[in-house]
């Protein structure tokens, strides 16, 4: 495993918040993530925002989790 997204969302019934953390397993870093919306269309818009602003590596290493690359293919 080269990273790892964990996310809870909750919701009030009128905004939106995703509340969560990104471990590079390799690198051994952790990394907050929070993102609001009120829609679920701006929360993952917030989400992805929230994401892509990390440490290249970092996002790297997430992106690569999410789509189930291995390191060196």
């Not at 953390?21 to 609001?36: L, N």
């Not at 994401?51 to 690359?69: M, N």
């Amino acid at each position: 495993m080269v990273a790892r997204l964990v996310v809870e969302i909750r919701s009030d019934g009128s905004r939106t918040i995703a509340r969560g953390a990104i471990e590079d397993t390799v690198m051994g870093q952790r990394v907050a993530v929070e993102a609001r919306g009120d829609s679920p269309l701006a929360l993952a818009l917030a989400l992805a925002r929230s994401i892509s602003s990390l440490p290249r590596l970092s996002a790297r290493a997430a992106v690569r989790g999410l789509l189930g690359r291995r390191q060196g293919k």
